[in-house]
Antibody
């Protein structure tokens, strides 16, 4: 059974770059028709999609964060990573990684996030 | 950008009652692109429904999804104590631009 685990610093200074890694276990990051997404959630608030990557390296980003986000994949380590630059206090949140499933049933494409990491809290503060 | 508006913001019900949660999109969404998630405090979201009406693996049949176009519904037929949580709808738009609703909090009355 595939599991995801986020890792990275819990505290980042304003204007610096937030860097997180998601390690995939129980399966290969390269198998199947999966994208790999990052989502965040400020305390007491809703979910915001940050972006995703396919194992080919193709990426999609939330337009509102696109100028500051880079998502990359390392298939040899079964990991994918998030970098968010020029952070401010507004970037303080729980950050989740998730498996983003895309599949075709012959007629329709279906999309959903079926496996999530437990989340890691990142605080932006000096 | 497609905006998803969930209602009500908070729903207060008792165990055994039926819950009906609404998700309205600002423009038409393909049903196969619409999913529902449950989130309990301190936990990651859990996939409940995909394709607007298909239950994810291991999800009890008291959970059902319906709808099309701009109006989607998550129904919990008989509430169990463990169902009290926050529920989010999600859609995959063009580009793609993945968005979530703001959530409905289902609380014990």
């Amino acid at each position: 059974q595939v599991q995801l685990q986020e890792s990275g610093p819990g505290l980042v200074k304003p204007s610096q770059t937030l860097s997180l890694t998601c390690t995939v276990s129980g399966g290969s990051i390269s198998s199947g028709s999966y994208y790999w997404s990052w989502i965040r959630q400020p305390a007491g608030k809703g979910l915001e999609w940050i972006g995703r990557i396919y194992t080919s390296g193709s990426t999609n980003y939330n337009p509102s964060l696109k100028s500051r986000v880079t998502i990359s994949v390392d298939t040899s380590k079964n990991q994918f990573s998030l970098k968010l630059s020029s952070v401010t206090a507004a970037d303080t949140a729980v950050y989740y990684c998730a498996r983003d499933h895309e599949w075709l049933d012959g007629v329709y494409y279906y999309y959903y996030m079926d496996v999530w990491g437990k989340g890691t809290t990142v605080t932006v503060s000096s | 950008e497609i905006v998803l508006t969930q209602s009500p913001g908070t729903l207060s019900l008792s165990p055994g009652e039926r819950a009906t949660l609404s998700c309205r999109a600002s423009q038409s969404v393909s049903s196969s692109y619409l999913a529902w998630y449950q989130q309990k405090p301190g936990q990651a979201p859990r996939l409940l429904i995909y394709g607007a009406s298909s239950r994810a693996t291991g999800i009890p049949d008291r959970f059902s999804g319906s709808g099309s176009g701009t109006d989607f519904t998550l129904t919990i037929s008989r509430l169990e104590p463990e169902d009290f949580a926050v529920y989010y709808c999600q859609q995959y738009g063009s580009s793609p631009r993945i968005t979530f609703g703001q959530g409905t909090r289902l609380e014990i009355k």
